[in-house]
């Protein structure tokens, strides 16, 4: 079964950074995007980032200017850097991969800690 496998989480202080990073155990074909979502203790999962095929981005208003999606879908990976870090931004981050028949593989998730 293939699985999506996240890395870079860890512990920062507020205004920190940090790169996570996304990649599928096997060739996942015809994804047609790729993306970073994010849970935070009490709350639903919601949309940071994503990216599709053609390199087209779209991000949460919150993340803005802060955070910045790369990758490449026919490789099956992505990146997701984050700058200037705020304890609000404190969630396990998982990354989706969606095909052209709208089916998602997702990651099993990365912790992502910001102190104040």
């Known amino acids: 079964q293939v699985q999506l496998v996240e890395s870079g989480g860890g512990l920062v202080q507020a205004g920190g950074s940090l790169r996570l990073s996304c990649a599928a155990t096997?060739?996942?074909?015809?994804?047609?995007?790729m993306g970073w979502y994010r849970q935070a203790p009490g709350k639903q999962r919601e949309l940071v980032a994503t990216?599709?095929?053609?390199?087209?981005?779209n991000y949460a208003d919150s993340v803005k200017g802060r955070f910045t999606i790369s990758g490449d879908t026919a490789k099956n990976t992505v990146w997701l850097q984050m700058n200037s870090l705020q304890p609000e931004d404190t969630a396990v981050y998982y990354c989706?991969?969606?095909?052209?028949?709208?089916?998602?593989?997702w990651g099993q998730g990365t912790q992502v800690t910001v102190s104040s």
């Open positions: 989706r991969a969606r095909d052209i028949w709208s089916r998602d593989t």
């Open positions: 096997r060739v996942i074909f015809k994804i047609n995007t």
């Open positions: 990216i599709t095929g053609d390199g087209s981005t």
